[in-house]
């Protein structure tokens, strides 16, 4: 039973757009929402997260926005740049620190 | 600062030989340590972690072992490979004030 989902692997958009990446999580018990940008052969690196007692944050280009009544959340990307492509992760956790992984979603950024 | 590393970044190994893959991380102390896999259409999963020396909780059943000899270092083991080990072994840590983690560059395993 996936508590993460990303029902999209893969997003393609227009160089300059909005990219937006969506994930649902089922456990209300979740409190705190990160993503992660992961390249081929690399490990993934923190991009940006969000509190269960805020609805959006905002960090440069990359903006997350969380609606708990309907369990989702979902990550702007605004301009994208060809640089953004790569697998994007979104992880939920609770009081317990541990996370759980949605499986990706891999966004191509088209010149 | 704080730094991950993990290594070999590749192997090859044959089916039934052992397995290796190392994780220090320097820069904190007490860490919380992880041992994920990436697989496909799976995201990251959850093999072993760990919240002190010798305290190792494993997340699913398998051919793999982890320890955790030091504070700062995190071993992934395996007495005999299964072709179905190869995959990508990532490391990471986190602080115990906040759920983020942090990764180091990847193992690629290829069982052969």
């Known amino acids: 039973d996936q508590q993460v989902k990303q029902n999209s692997p893969s997003l393609s958009v227009q160089e300059g757009r909005i990219s937006i990446l969506n994930c649902d999580y089922t456990n209300s018990m979740f409190d705190y929402f990160l993503w992660y940008k992961k390249y081929p052969a690399e490990g993934p690196t923190f991009l940006i997260s969000i509190s269960s007692i805020k609805d959006k944050n905002e960090d440069g280009r990359f903006t997350v926005f969380l609606n708990k009544s309907a369990k989702h959340l979902s990550l702007h990307i605004v301009p994208s740049q060809p640089g953004d492509s790569a697998v994007y992760f979104c992880?939920?956790?609770?009081?317990?620190?541990?996370?759980?992984w949605g499986a990706g979603t891999k966004l191509i950024i088209k010149p | 600062s704080q730094t991950i590393h993990q290594w070999p970044a590749t192997l090859v190994q044959p089916v039934g030989s052992p397995l290796s893959l190392e994780c220090t991380v320097e820069?904190?102390?007490?860490?919380?340590l992880y041992w994920y896999r990436q697989a496909a259409g799976r995201g990251l999963q959850l093999l072993f972690y760990s919240v002190g020396i010798g305290q190792i909780s494993s997340e699913v059943p398998q051919n793999l072992s982890a320890s955790r000899p030091q504070d700062r270092q995190f071993i992934l083991s395996s007495k005999k490979l299964l072709l179905s080990d190869s995959g990508f072994y990532l490391c990471?840590?986190?602080?115990?004030?906040?759920?983020?983690?942090?990764f180091g560059e990847g193992s690629r395993l290829t069982v052969l």
């Open positions: 992880a939920a956790s609770d009081s317990n620190y541990q996370l759980i």
């Open positions: 820069g904190t102390s007490n860490p919380n």
């Open positions: 990471a840590w986190s602080k115990r004030s906040t759920g983020e983690l942090f």
